[in-house]
């Protein structure tokens, strides 16, 4: 198959979740502009660093860009008269390091491809629509019966998967959406069994998980073929958006913000559970859950992505999820992912940090129970509980699910087998980055407390107190030495001072600082 001869990706195998944080080191004046040294670093490692130099242009530019999100981001204005004074080029510094910041903690700026290229040039140099045309392509070479209508730009958040609109020529009217996705950093599985996989997809049946039409994959990337659905996934219903916008725009700054109904919350989150405890149960791992990964399709909501965790893709909220080690296994991963979904879907946003202290008020306090067991303190600190337990909650246990479609996917043993030892394998890197985060943690803390004002406060007043000990020290043995002479002289012997009754500091070790 022609699809199979694979064009060079020229991919690197990151993970594109790590966040980047961004600090402005100096700043430098040439003929007619200010140049901004700027320290960027891929998650805690120092080691993991570099620098790249920007002008407030090119600042200018990207936040030119990022206006589709609709967000009101503090970018200095410009000012074309005495921008080079020391004192402004200080006061901008200050005013960029504030619009970095902003950029790189908010979830979905951080992630876009915009802000990735600003800050790490050299990693997110590609041109990945470039790429997937050339394996679309290629692919069409050897089934011509499909056609591509549009590229789908940007339509979701990650920025080596790229979506295009597509139409069988003999039916011209029906809609089809293809995906295509290079690998990512958790793909453990050989090119035969992922291949093999991929391949797999279409024979899976299921009321709750969204038809794959065709899939074919090699040896860096899989391409999958889906029906189109006008109504979008249950995110474009909780923001009210358009499926065909660019993500920035749909999600980032809805104009109305609410959530679903209560019946509504009930019924597609007992569907969503149904779903994830069908795959937790044939060993197959997910991941992937957020609400930009369920289609609707008329009163039920279908799971979208199967292919992901195949790929090696890192999940959406890895960035949480990674900060609590209890939360160290794909079925874990899976409840805490479904808590920010339930909460998105009964407040109509996303929480605005995990875990979350307290919940405002909610259609029902059984919503708060469920968010309670997977994204309180407690429940990230301990443990979730399983899709089973969730099952059974009040907020669940009683919906009615009226479906005549039988679930069907047969995976051979041989696959179950490899499926396993994959899974096992990105457990293992979740668990050491967790690891290595908290020790992050805990050395940042130790640091803090350290260079606290309190603790400086006691390390001078211990200081003070050795001085003290010894002067008082010293005084004991000149009196000492003092009184051996004296007794060597006479013949008499004389007791040293005991060390439970030192001798009085001298008024003038006392009163030394006056």
């Given at each position: 198959m022609a699809f199979m001869e694979k064009p060079p990706a020229g991919k690197v195998l990151l993970d594109d979740t790590?966040?980047?944080?961004?600090?402005?080191?100096?700043?430098?004046?040439?003929?007619?502009?200010?140049?901004?040294?700027?320290?960027?670093?891929?998650g805690i490692s120092v080691e993991n660093s570099w620098q790249i130099v920007r002008r407030?242009?090119?600042?200018?530019?990207?936040?030119?860009?990022?206006?589709?999100?609709?967000?009101?981001?503090?970018?200095?204005?410009?000012?074309?008269?005495?921008?080079?004074?020391?004192?402004?080029?200080?006061?901008?510094?200050?005013?960029?390091?504030?619009?970095?910041?902003?950029?790189?903690?908010?979830?979905?700026?951080?992630?876009?491809?915009?802000?990735k290229k600003f800050l790490d040039p050299n990693n997110y140099s590609a041109n990945y629509t470039e790429i997937a045309l050339q394996h679309v392509s290629m692919f069409f070479r050897s089934e011509p019966k499909w056609e591509v209508v549009e590229p789908?730009?940007?339509?979701?958040?990650?920025?080596?998967?790229?979506?295009?609109?597509?139409?069988?020529k003999n039916q011209p009217k029906e809609r089809l959406v293809l995906s295509w996705a290079d690998l990512g950093p958790d793909k453990y599985l050989s090119d035969k069994d992922f291949q093999c996989l991929i391949k797999l997809l279409p024979s899976c049946s299921h009321p709750y998980i969204y038809r794959v039409t065709f899939a074919t994959a090699n040896e860096s990337s899989a391409l999958l073929i889906r029906m189109f659905n006008e109504k979008g996934t249950l995110k474009d219903l909780i923001?009210?958006?358009?499926?065909?916008?660019?993500?920035?725009?749909?999600?980032?700054?809805?104009?109305?913000?609410?959530?679903?109904?209560?019946?509504?919350?009930?019924?597609?989150?007992?569907?969503?559970?149904?779903?994830?405890?069908?795959?937790?149960?044939?060993?197959?791992p997910y991941g992937h859950l957020h609400a930009s990964n369920v289609m609707l399709d008329g009163d039920s909501c279908r799971l979208l992505d199967l292919e992901n965790s195949l790929l090696g893709l890192p999940s959406f909220y890895r960035s949480y999820f990674s900060q609590f080690?209890?939360?160290?296994?794909?079925?874990?991963?899976?409840?805490?992912?479904?808590?920010?979904l339930l909460y998105e879907m009964t407040y109509g946003r996303p929480p605005d940090s995990v875990p979350v202290d307290s919940f405002p008020p909610a259609p029902s306090m059984a919503v708060v129970a469920v968010l309670e067991s997977t994204l309180s303190c407690e429940a990230c600190k301990n443990g979730m509980p399983t899709v089973s337990r969730l099952l059974q909650m009040p907020l669940f246990s009683d919906v009615l699910l009226t479906t005549s479609e039988k679930p069907q996917f047969k995976i051979p043993t041989k696959l179950k087998e490899a499926l396993k030892t994959a899974k096992e394998c990105i457990e293992k890197r979740l668990i050491e980055e967790q690891k290595q985060i908290h020790q992050h943690r805990r050395l940042t803390r130790a640091q803090s407390h350290h260079g606290s004002e309190e603790e400086r406060k006691k390390r001078k007043i211990l200081a003070r107190k050795k001085s003290k000990r010894s002067a008082v020290e010293n005084s004991e043995e000149h009196s000492a030495k003092y009184s051996n002479s004296n007794n060597s002289g006479s013949g008499a012997s004389s007791p040293l001072t005991s060390p439970s009754s030192p001798t009085p500091p001298s008024t003038a070790v006392e009163h030394a600082p006056f």
């Open positions: 790590v966040p980047l944080t961004a600090a402005i080191e100096a700043s430098q004046s040439l003929q007619s502009h200010t140049e901004y040294i700027i320290r960027v670093q891929r407030y242009s090119d600042f200018d530019l990207l936040n030119n860009s990022l206006q589709i999100a609709g967000l009101s981001l503090p970018l200095p204005p410009k000012k074309l008269i005495g921008n080079m004074d020391r004192e402004f080029i200080a006061e901008r510094q200050k005013g960029l390091q504030n619009y970095l910041n902003v950029i790189t903690t908010n979830h979905i700026l951080s992630n876009c491809e915009l802000v789908l730009k940007d339509i979701g958040w990650r920025i080596r998967k790229k979506y295009f609109l597509m139409k069988i923001y009210k958006a358009k499926p065909k916008d660019p993500f920035l725009k749909k999600y980032c700054n809805p104009k109305k913000i609410q959530g679903l109904e209560l019946q509504q919350i009930k019924t597609y989150g007992r569907q969503i559970l149904e779903v994830l405890k069908f795959l937790h149960d044939k060993g197959f080690r209890k939360i160290n296994t794909l079925e874990s991963v899976d409840v805490h992912c479904f808590g920010h």
